[in-house]
């Protein structure tokens, strides 16, 4: 063998091995364990608090609000919808007060007229229905159809 | 150099060309390039679950609350450069020119400013992750940092992404972004740490006219399977076959 | 973390009809652009050297070592806009140690460890052994002691030994051109894998790629060689320099030819995508793409070096013409990777819209730190060429 292969190929051969080492060093814990990634990485995006706790956790205290919506056009709604994320405010019900929409454009964003809207929901032209007041002095927002005055 | 020379080198150059060429060869053999035919397997047993999402648009009123939600439930910078759902807004005009708009993704609610008598169609198309079983993104990943879990679910390990952005350019949907503060790829997770404790998706929990459906497409009897008999259902830009798995009620040719 | 977003709102001013809200920001900017130009002036270089020695051109002596110097000198730096560009630059080892198999981008930390390790380093290790060994008897201090290292311990002079230097070199080099293609296709690949983009997204991108390298390789050498050549006041070896200008002739009707034949085939195909790329190139592309790339970088050069084919005029013209091209070259081969590499990102994958791209002159992905990556190579190489002097060599490899 010429004397320059003898030097080039253990040096090579130390290379990759250094390079082995350092491999099984690096790869993380649970990689490959079910395809090419750290099956780890499941569990931890598992473990992320939710912010939502959905319409369900509300019945625990609220469940005559629920009942009642039951009966009138905003049943399919859930609170959260409108009264944004509860997990906190389940927590601390006396503390964290969920945020209570008020405005006519928080209405409008589901019933301002607009042609692209499916008609599956009403709509008034916030410009024309009732411009002076807040939608909720007349509407319940929890019970549409009715009437406050 | 002679003729006679001449052509000696070059069949000894011929020679030693075609000794590497096969060796080459010979080693892919061993190693195919398995991207051809990169797919995740759906589970065979039905118990298991298999993640699929449906979206109706004839049911969406665009009013944003689902990409308003899945920024506070998934804790996304509130810039509007970064969407893991939005809703956009097209308006087909009677000279069959499209306009398309997503003010903020939807989260502000959206106006209508094509006058109505030049309007020949208008909608709202919810778009999110499709979760593809063929990901491209998945497939792009070079270090396997983007994966799809066993039940169907394309998500990232940010502990392990190195910030390449090839996903986000291999995503022809464009539901990948890259998160400002961890300086990773991030997209939809199908809310995993809600699903896998049984509760819905941020987006479907708060979506007023069930426009959105989140199901188990091995099971016969889900909400998806049910939405999917009772509609013609389609996928976005299925010509690239990746294998989404979000599929659309009443979905024009315009969008894309 | 406070971060500054007022870039990104001044942007959504730019956008021009839809663009998907989390297409604003391009991810790829001006380092990934100089990612594909410095590995593609790596393979050029090292396709010109072989040509000398296993294609047995024997005019290009004179510039072997120098192109084979060049290749190393840029492919040092060649990771180094793509490391510098990741959100975590420190996680990078993660690419050698579980490459994802599917991925187009994941083998390029081997397939740079092939090209460096066993194909530079050892070219020019063989090439150059002969003459280390011998230097490191003749030179004093540190420079002597760094010869010694490079010797890797091997002395042995005698005819045998180097003879098999020669042997194995010309092997490398022979394995060296595959690699060569491989390097620079792969790069091609690597944006013609992307289904999702149709501007980047055919078969040809790795051609393309390939010959656009092979240009840009060339016209560099052909650059260095006539500076090299002013710096040390030697007179330039104008065979050498007329054959590598041919070969830059040849090599860019090839590269024009397939690019042409790419977008003859996009406009007659004209799928889905093509109003909206229609639009690009007649929009944000039009100067990068028809004055800078097409017009000065690839027609210019054609016309002139074609017609120094034909018709020779004094060696002092020659040497104007050669120098303006070689930059010609240089300069439309950097805008056609910016035409690839921007130009996808700047039209919307809905195709109904743009955004915009705006370079900043500070900053990681700024002007100014990605410059330094082009600047840095000619350190090295310099540096190389006081370490390595190509024009002190006495061992001259024959060719088999």
Known sequence: MPPQLKRLIPLFAIFIFLFLAARSFLVPKSFGEQGHYRFNSIAENKEKAMIYAGKEACDDCHSDRIQEMETDLHKGISCETCHGPGSAHIANPDSIKPMIPKGRDFCGMCHSLNPSRSKLVHQVDLKEHNVTENCIECHNPHLPCQMKK | MSNEEIGKSRRKFIKKAATVGSLLVTTSLFTPFNAVVYAVERPKDPSKTWWGYGIDIEKCIGCGRCANACKTENNIPKQPFYFRTWVEQYTIKNDGTVKVESPNGGIDGFVQSVPPEDIFKAFFVPKLCNHCYKSPCVQACPVGATYETPDGVVMVDETYCIGCRYCVQACPYGCRYINPAKNVADKCTLCYHRISKGKTTACVEVCPTHARILGNLNDPKSPLVKFMKEHTCLVLKPHLNTGSKCFYNALSGEVR | ?400
């Open chain 3, 1 to 400: 973390m406070e971060q500054n977003f007022q870039h990104l709102y001044d942007m959504l001013s730019q956008v021009q009809g839809f663009i998907y809200p989390n297409e604003l920001d391009l991810q790829w900017g001006l380092l990934i652009v100089l990612y594909p130009y410095i590995t593609g002036l790596v393979a050029g270089a090292f396709i010109l050297a072989s040509l000398e020695r296993v294609f047995n051109v024997k005019v290009l002596g004179p510039t072997y070592q120098l192109a084979l110097l060049t290749a190393l000198a840029f492919l040092l730096v060649a990771t180094m806009p793509l490391v510098s560009h990741l959100g975590h630059p420190e996680r990078f080892y993660e690419i050698l140690m579980t490459p994802h198999s599917t991925s187009a981008m994941a083998i390029f930390g081997f397939v740079y460890l092939w090209y460096l390790m066993v194909v530079l380093l050892l070219e020019i290790w063989f090439d150059y052994r002969q003459d280390i060994v011998i230097w490191s008897k003749e030179t004093k201090g540190f420079k002597g002691r760094i010869y010694k290292i490079l010797t890797l311990g091997v002395t042995d002079l005698s005819p045998s030994t180097i003879k098999w230097d020669d042997k194995i070199g010309y092997f490398i080099t022979v394995v060296g051109i595959p690699s060569a293609f491989m390097l620079h296709g792969y790069v091609g690949f690597i944006f013609g894998s992307i289904k999702a983009n149709p501007w980047w997204s055919t078969v040809l991108m790795p051609v393309i790629f390939l010959f656009s390298a092979m240009v840009s390789g060339i016209a560099l050498v052909l650059f260095i060689y006539m500076a090299v050549s002013f710096f040390r006041k030697q007179k330039i070896d104008m065979p050498a320099l007329d054959s590598i200008a041919k070969f830059l002739f040849y090599i860019l009707v090839i590269d024009f030819t397939m690019e042409g034949l790419d977008q003859i085939h996009r406009i007659y195909e004209a799928e889905e995508s093509f109003e909206i790329l229609f639009l690009l190139v007649h929009g944000p592309l039009f100067l990068t793409l028809f004055v800078f790339q097409i017009f000065l970088g690839t027609v210019v050069p054609l016309i002139s070096l074609g017609t120094l084919q034909l018709y020779k005029p004094s060696e002092k013209i020659r040497k104007i013409i050669y120098l303006s091209c070689s930059l010609l070259v240089l300069f439309g081969i950097f805008f056609m990777r910016w035409n690839v590499v921007i130009g996808g990102q700047l039209f919307s994958k809905s195709f109904y819209g743009f955004t915009g791209y705006k370079l900043h002159l500070l900053g990681s992905e700024g002007f100014l730190f990605s410059i330094i990556w082009v600047i840095i190579p000619f350190f090295i190489l310099a540096f190389l060429l006081w370490l390595l002097p190509p024009w002190k060599k006495v061992g001259q490899h024959e060719n088999n």
